[in-house]
């Protein structure tokens, strides 16, 4: 799977957007990006995944560039529940086929 | 829906002694099932998966051992727990949709070993 590189933390103010860049130059064609989050002492939650198109649920929305090299986690309006560290991950999606979480990005919503 | 239980959410065991961790998931069926350890401050590893019933594959080898009984029961196990089998351990599971596999993590376990 290919390599993720992003910023060590960030800061949101409480109602503003959250904006998680996520750098993978090396994605292949057929790799995914996914998006996961981990709020202390919890397990990790799936937040949005996609392959070319930008997506869209509930919970955020996933902007990735034409090029496919980066990519955007926006969550519209952060709330202090959404401290967490956030995972960017590029994987092929195959059984058995384990994620791997590098150190994510800790973001801080403060009041 | 679907809900994934792991119990119990917290453990302390002394060294040598056994373990069995249980996870279970409701609302689907023949998923697949995933048991990953997080050392603290560290990123996940998977320990061990299974397609099915009875089918098991380690990534690790090391003390534990993971068994498959029922189509939506995983448990985790070992005979002699070690210092280093402490750690936050999750279960997950996933079910295919075309060609996607998103994978989806319970409470955890916090298991400390002294």
């Known amino acids: 799977d290919a390599k993720t590189t992003q910023p060590t933390s960030m800061d949101c103010a409480e109602g503003r957007a959250a904006n998680l860049p996520c750098n993978h130059s090396t994605i292949s064609g057929n790799e995914y990006v996914y998006w996961y989050r981990q709020i202390h002492s919890q397990g990790p939650q799936y937040i949005i995944h996609?392959?070319?198109n930008n997506e869209t649920n509930e919970m955020a929305s996933l902007i990735i560039t034409e090029d496919r090299k980066s990519s955007t986690l926006i969550l519209p309006h952060a709330t202090l529940r959404d401290t967490a560290v956030y995972y960017c991950?590029?994987?092929?999606?195959?059984?058995?086929?384990?994620?791997?979480f590098g150190a994510g990005t800790i973001l801080r919503v403060k009041s | 829906s679907q809900t994934i239980h792991q119990w119990p959410a917290t453990l302390v065991q002394p060294v040598g002694s056994p373990l069995s961790l249980e996870c279970t998931v409701e609302g689907t069926s023949n998923p697949n099932l995933y048991w990953y350890r997080q050392a603290a401050g560290r990123g996940l590893q998977l320990l061990f998966y299974?397609?099915?019933?009875?089918?098991i594959s380690s990534e690790v080898p090391q003390n534990l051992s993971a068994s498959r009984p029922q189509d939506r029961q995983f448990i985790l196990s070992s005979k002699k727990l070690l210092l280093s089998d402490s750690g936050f351990y999750l279960c997950?599971?996933?079910?295919?949709?075309?060609?996607?596999?998103?994978?989806?993590f319970g409470p955890g376990t916090r298991l400390t070993v002294l």
């Open positions: 991950i590029v994987r092929v999606m195959e059984y058995g086929n384990k994620l791997v």
């Open positions: 997950a599971w996933s079910v295919a949709s075309g060609d996607v596999d998103t994978q989806y």
């Open positions: 996609g392959l070319k």
């Open positions: 299974s397609v099915g019933i009875g089918q």
